[in-house]
Nanobody, 114 residues
Framework: EVQLQASGGGMVQPGGSLRLSCTASGFAFGRYEMNWYRQAPGKGAEMVSRTSASGDESYYTVTVVGRFTASRDNLKNTLYLQMDYLRPEDAALYYC???????RGQGTQVTVSS
């Protein structure tokens, strides 16, 4: 069974930082491209980042370029998202998803508010 456990969310002031983690099991993590998505209330899901299976390359939605950094540790089956200079519009439920498997984790909530 594929499981994706996200953690690290919370409440932070604008300009603050958070580091999200997504620990995976039940599939060959190191063979899959991994993605971070977010969904704010009343809005559709948005892909935030895409990281290659090796971790050598990551791509980001334009609104987070220069502020967010995705990485992965294939020995730990874990995907990370370092989020800096957070803005109120970054507030959402963040979850990870491997490309092509059609499964996602339950996510972790990020709130950005003063």
């Amino acid at each position: 069974e594929v499981q994706l456990q996200a953690s690290g969310g919370g409440m932070v002031q604008p300009g603050g930082s958070l580091r999200l983690s997504c620990t995976a099991s039940g599939f060959a993590f190191g063979r899959y491209e991994m993605n971070w998505y977010r969904q704010a209330p009343g809005k559709g899901a948005e892909m935030v980042s895409r990281t290659s299976a090796s971790g050598d390359e990551s791509y980001y939605t334009v609104t987070v370029v220069g502020r967010f950094t995705a990485s992965r540790d294939n020995l730990k089956n874990t995907l990370y998202l370092q989020m800096d200079y957070l803005r109120p519009e970054d507030a959402a439920l963040y979850y990870c998803q491997p490309s092509g498997l059609g499964v996602r984790g339950q996510g972790t909530q990020v709130t950005v508010s003063s």
